[in-house]
Antibody, heavy 120, light 107 residues
């Protein structure tokens, strides 16, 4: 069965960086893209960007351009999201999500979420 | 970016009730509309894609309709496990955007 398993919770200081991993199993990793979606406490869902696991192409949300980098390691079927220059308003649960079909932006499988807390 | 709105923002209902949630897009998105269910502390779950297609494994009491700018999610007979927050999301153009959510709780 398809599973996306994310790394554990992180606590970071303002200005630091965080890198969250998302290990996929149960399907051919390179056949689907992965998006990252975050949710601030008590708030809605915000799309952060997408990466093709096939060729590494990326597309980032404009507001995060320059601060976010998404990568994949096809040898371990793992996707990564790094966010730099963290601010308090980056405190959120970060999810990876698989697209249902290529570039559909319909998200059929999600990781369990990783809480990133930014606090001095 | 395409803005998504939902109504109501919350509702109280009883087991067995028929529940309808509305989602509106700021411009036409054809049928590129998806619905998700999220329970506290859990990841969202895809219920409906392409406005009316039921995701595999989702109970048939869930249905979706609409096209253009106006869409609805209907739960035909609310079950105890359906108390959750529901989000619509457009996949017509990048960036994909979500509605603010509708919380369904117990009356």
């Amino acid at each position: 069965q398809v599973q996306l398993v994310q790394s554990g919770a992180e606590v970071k200081k303002p200005g630091a960086s965080v890198k969250v991993s998302c290990k996929a199993s149960g399907y051919t990793f390179t056949s689907y893209g992965i998006s990252w979606v975050r949710q601030a406490p008590g708030q809605g869902l915000e799309w952060m960007g997408w990466i093709s696991a096939y060729n590494g192409n990326t597309n980032y949300a404009q507001k995060l351009q320059g601060r976010v980098t998404m990568t994949t390691d096809t040898s371990t079927s793992t996707a990564y999201m790094e966010l730099r220059s963290l601010r308090s308003d980056d405190t959120a649960v970060y999810y990876c999500a698989r697209e249902r079909v290529v570039r559909s932006e319909e998200f059929d499988y999600w990781g369990q979420g990783t809480l990133v807390t930014v606090s001095s | 970016d395409i803005q998504m709105t939902q109504s109501p923002s919350s509702l109280s209902a009883s087991v067995g009730d028929r529940v309808t949630i509305t989602c509106r897009a700021s411009q036409s998105i054809s049928s590129y509309l998806n619905w998700y269910q999220q329970k506290p502390g859990k990841a969202p779950k895809l219920l409906i894609y392409a406005a009316s297609s039921l995701q595999s494994g989702v109970p048939s009491r869930f249905s979706g309709s609409g096209s253009g700018t106006d869409f609805t999610l209907t739960i035909s007979s609310l079950q105890p496990e359906d108390f959750a927050t529901y989000y619509c999301q457009q996949s017509y153009s990048t960036p994909p955007t979500f509605g603010p959510g509708t919380k369904v709780d117990i009356k």
